[in-house]
């Protein structure tokens, strides 16, 4: 069975970074062949999508909110997608999940349905 496992998150000061990883688990399953997300859900809020990348890493789709400060890449030898968060903001506190689409898409959607989720890391952005 497919797990994946986020880490990284943490308490950072406004306009600090942090780095999320997400790692996946299975027999037989490499992220290579999947489009991956990252999405959060703030107290309160519903969980919102930030954004993804396909399985070949040709593409990206970034929720508008995040745009020029939060990117995304995978290391496919390591089974592993990151998120690099940059200036951060206290408005981007939440638990960040990490979702798998399993197949090979020329694109990503945030809207798509995905496969496997993350258990979520908690990111806390306060001075």
């Known amino acids: 069975q497919l797990q994946l496992v986020e880490s990284g998150g943490g308490l950072v000061q406004p306009g600090g970074s942090l780095r999320l990883s997400c790692a996946a688990s299975a027999s037989g399953f490499t992220v290579r062949y999947a489009n991956i997300g990252w999405f959060r859900q703030a107290p309160g809020k519903e969980r919102e999508g930030v954004l993804c990348?396909?399985?070949?890493?040709?593409?990206?789709n970034y929720a508008d909110s995040v745009k020029g400060r939060f990117t995304i890449s995978r290391d496919n030898a390591k089974n592993t997608v990151y998120l690099q968060m940059n200036s951060l903001k206290p408005e981007d506190t939440a638990i960040y999940y990490c979702?798998?689409?399993?197949?090979?898409?020329?694109?990503?959607?945030?809207?798509?349905?995905?496969?496997?989720w993350g258990q979520g890391t908690q990111v806390t952005v306060s001075s």
């Open positions: 979702a798998a689409k399993l197949g090979m898409f020329s694109t990503c959607q945030l809207s798509d349905g995905y496969d496997y």
């Open positions: 990348i396909s399985f070949s890493g040709g593409s990206t």
